[in-house]
């Protein structure tokens, strides 16, 4: 949130990968009720993915295809782990000390993330 006050001037969205998840809606409305000029995307095709993270500066995500969406867009991203050890701190853990071998995660994620937004 903290950064989102420091960039007044930009839009900031909440892309709902699960947007039919009663926690997932309840987590993106609480961050609206912080951030007044949040906005809620939901996401079920790539095409609204790539242009909710197209039109972004950078991405705060606690998922995998967050994270792997955000590299494939070549967007800037952090990520916030689920638990100790989760996929998401090895993504970070890539980024940070192997970035040169995020090519090749960003196309087995690029894969996965087309599976998951087709179920």
């Known amino acids: 949130m903290q ?8 839009p900031v969205r909440a892309l709902l990968f699960q947007p039919d998840d ?6 993106a409305v609480s961050l609206q009720a912080a951030i007044s000029r949040l906005q809620i995307m939901p ?3 790539v095409e609204e993915l790539h242009t909710g993270l197209t039109d972004g500066h950078f991405v ?11 590299l494939a867009c070549g967007v800037p991203f952090e ?3 689920q638990g ?3 996929k998401l701190a090895a993504v970070a853990a890539l980024q940070r000390d192997r970035p040169q071998d995020l090519g090749a995660l960003v196309q087995i994620g690029e894969e996965a993330l087309r599976q998951a937004l087709k179920g």
């Open 60 to 70: 705060l995500t606690q998922r995998y295809h967050g994270a792997i969406a955000a």
């Open 22 to 27: 009663p926690s997932e809606k309840a987590i």
């Open 3 to 10: 950064l989102a006050a420091e960039r007044s001037d930009e």
């Open 79 to 81: 990520t916030v782990a």
């Open 84 to 86: 100790e050890g989760d």
């Open 43 to 45: 996401v079920r095709t």
